[in-house]
């Protein structure tokens, strides 16, 4: 079944210039697999289309069951500078929990 991430983790993001950070938790421990499986760097650069122009990385923490992703080329020029609509890192985390992910057998 077809889950949105919010169902299941939350998300804290900041951003520099033109690159955004965004961390995602699972609320549950046992989600953290399910979010290393299937929230990948191509996942999120394919989420995200056009608003994220540059590379995609992942960064695995284990240790407190999180997922960090550096989003390059996210702000034509940093936000203060930006003549386009919000697109901070907290509008950001809050787009990314609207990616839909595969969860098994409907569990939530």
């Known amino acids: 079944m077809k889950r949105k991430l919010h169902e299941i983790a939350h998300s804290r993001a900041g951003d520099k210039g033109d690159i955004t950070n965004v ?10 697999a399910l979010l290393r499986e299937q929230v990948t760097a191509a996942a999120v650069k394919a989420h ?29 020029g940093g ?8 697109a901070h890192g907290k509008s950001l985390s809050f787009g990314l929990l609207e990616m839909e992910i595969e969860i098994p057998g409907g569990e939530g």
Request: proline share 9%.
């Open 23 to 32: 961390s995602l938790f699972p609320y549950r421990p046992e989600h953290y």
């Open 48 to 76: 995200f289309g056009d608003m994220v122009r540059g590379e995609v990385l992942r960064y695995e923490v284990p240790s407190i069951q999180g997922l960090n992703f550096v989003l390059h080329g996210t702000r034509s």
């Open 79 to 86: 936000v203060s500078s930006a003549p386009d609509l919000d």
